[in-house]
């Protein structure tokens, strides 16, 4: 990794080519995430603070690039959203090259219609993978990594990720209780297309009894094996916290197959945790009950951590634009923000650590 943009804050920012101030795309795209609007708030703020710098909010993501139509971005206009939830900008699954689209020259057309000298667009592996593919069509990009999911190469934590695990934990705080006075199984889903991060961190932080992860496809016989044990040892409830992405050992399980895909091709999730519970309770005997987290777990304001690191991005994001760092993503490393090259960032998703995920095991049961 090499650093990111590295004057203070109030250093002041280059001038774009030809010594004139430039003006700068944005836009969020994927699935909403708190802290989105952090990121739209701290580029705007870095990049006025000289004075010669003006913003352009595309809406809806890679559609509102598409479509042409954009929102005028002001200190006036990006005033009070910190907390907020959401994007101001909206955001949508829209791929540019879907179906063999020109998305390079559709952009192109875009940019010189408003005017836009560099684009920062805020996503995950979908979304920066067209700006990547941009980039290399030279197109001035700097990426802003955002996903709950936290699976994205390159950067050590996404925002969004801390506050979709407070919620997820608080979740099993309180299913603790009418699973105790119940006596029963509560099976809850969370998210996690390729990868059990915040599966892994909830499961940990409630004190769950069993943790189901895409990465270590899991054999039914021994879920079912393992709960039987804690009844029999006067155990009366249990909490079994799965992953959307979490799949059974080949020939273990029957799970339904969704043929639904979205523009990038990736099947739509969701389900394992009411197929578990229907195993579950025939397989044991145990009265079980499903909570699917879906969507609320997106929702809302986001935790201080998210906020903070959010606003981190965006600040180093508008500096590396000033600076012409293109075709780079700004990432958390330790404690600090670098940059690195979005090709490097997208090369491999960033999957559950197999320590973390072997000190939860200690508590399971």
Same mark, same amino acid.
């Given at each position: 990794?090499?650093?990111? &943009?590295?004057?203070?804050?109030?250093?002041?920012?280059?001038?774009?080519? $030809?010594?004139?101030?430039?003006?700068?795309?944005?836009?969020?795209? +994927?699935?909403?995430?708190?802290?989105?609007?952090?990121?739209?708030? &701290?580029?705007?703020?870095?990049?006025?603070?000289?004075?010669? @710098?003006?913003?352009?909010?595309?809406? %809806? +993501?890679?559609?509102?690039?598409?479509?042409?139509?954009?929102?005028?971005?002001?200190?006036?206009?990006?005033?009070? *959203?910190?907390?907020?939830?959401?994007?101001?900008? +909206?955001?949508?699954?829209?791929?540019? @090259?879907?179906?063999?689209? =020109? $998305?390079?020259?559709?952009?192109?057309?875009?940019?010189?219609?408003?005017?836009? #000298?560099?684009?920062?667009?805020?996503?995950?592996? #979908?979304?920066? $993978?067209?700006?990547?593919?941009?980039?290399?069509?030279?197109?001035?990009?700097? $990426?802003?990594?955002?996903?709950?999911?936290?699976?994205?190469?390159?950067? #050590?934590?996404?925002?969004?990720?801390?506050? &979709?695990?407070?919620?997820?934990?608080?979740? *099993? =705080?309180?299913? %603790?209780?009418?699973?105790?006075? /119940?006596?029963?199984?509560?099976?809850?889903?969370?998210?996690?297309? %390729?990868?059990?991060?915040?599966?892994?961190?909830?499961?940990?932080?409630?004190?769950?009894?069993? *943790?189901?992860?895409?990465?270590?496809?899991? =054999?039914?016989?021994?879920?079912?094996?393992?709960?039987?044990?804690? /009844?029999?040892? !006067?155990?009366?409830?249990?909490?079994?916290?799965?992953?959307?992405?979490?799949?059974?050992?080949?020939?273990?399980?029957?799970? %339904?197959? =969704?043929?639904?895909?979205?523009?990038? !091709?990736?099947?739509?999730?969701?389900?394992? +945790?009411?197929?578990?519970?229907?195993?579950?309770?025939?397989?044991?005997?145990?009265?079980?009950?499903?909570?699917?987290?879906?969507?609320?777990?997106?929702?809302?304001?986001?935790?201080?951590?998210?906020?903070?690191?959010?606003?981190?991005?965006?600040?180093?994001?508008?500096?590396?634009?000033?600076?012409?760092?293109? !075709?780079?993503?700004?990432?958390?490393?330790?404690?600090? *923000?670098?940059?690195?090259?979005?090709?490097?960032?997208?090369?491999?998703?960033?999957?559950?650590?197999?320590?973390? @995920?072997?000190?939860?095991?200690?508590?399971?049961?």
């Amino acid at each position: 990794m090499t650093p990111a &943009a590295a004057p203070l804050p109030d250093a002041p920012l280059p001038d774009a080519p $030809g010594g004139r101030g430039a003006r700068i795309g944005l836009l969020t795209g +994927g699935g909403d995430c708190p802290g989105l609007n952090a990121v739209i708030r &701290a580029v705007v703020r870095r990049g006025l603070a000289d004075g010669r @710098y003006s913003f352009v909010g595309f809406l %809806h +993501g890679w559609a509102g690039v598409l479509e042409n139509q954009a929102i005028e971005l002001t200190r006036q206009s990006t005033a009070g *959203i910190l907390p907020r939830g959401g994007t101001i900008l +909206g955001t949508s699954r829209t791929n540019p @090259y879907a179906g063999g689209s =020109d $998305g390079t020259a559709a952009v192109r057309r875009t940019l010189s219609d408003r005017g836009v #000298d560099a684009l920062i667009p805020i996503g995950g592996e #979908d979304t920066l $993978g067209v700006a990547l593919r941009l980039h290399r069509d030279g197109i001035p990009i700097v $990426g802003v990594p955002k996903t709950i999911d936290n699976d994205l190469g390159g950067t #050590d934590v996404t925002f969004g990720f801390q506050t &979709a695990v407070q919620i997820a934990t608080d979740a *099993i =705080d309180r299913l %603790h209780t009418t699973a105790e006075s /119940h006596n029963r199984v509560m099976v809850v889903e969370v998210m996690g297309r %390729h990868a059990g991060w915040i599966a892994t961190h909830a499961g940990l932080a409630g004190g769950a009894d069993a *943790i189901l992860v895409p990465e270590r496809p899991f =054999d039914i016989d021994e879920v079912v094996a393992h709960l039987r044990r804690r /009844h029999a040892s !006067g155990r009366s409830f249990s909490i079994v916290v799965v992953a959307e992405g979490a799949a059974p050992r080949e020939g273990t399980m029957q799970t %339904h197959e =969704d043929t639904e895909t979205d523009a990038f !091709g990736h099947p739509r999730l969701g389900g394992i +945790g009411v197929t578990l519970e229907g195993e579950i309770e025939l397989r044991t005997g145990f009265e079980s009950r499903v909570t699917i987290l879906g969507h609320v777990q997106r929702g809302g304001t986001p935790v201080a951590f998210d906020r903070v690191l959010a606003t981190r991005f965006g600040v180093a994001a508008m500096e590396a634009v000033a600076r012409e760092r293109f !075709g780079t993503m700004v990432a958390l490393s330790g404690t600090d *923000i670098v940059g690195v090259e979005l090709e490097e960032a997208l090369r491999e998703p960033k999957l559950l650590d197999p320590e973390l @995920y072997e000190t939860a095991e200690l508590f399971f049961g």
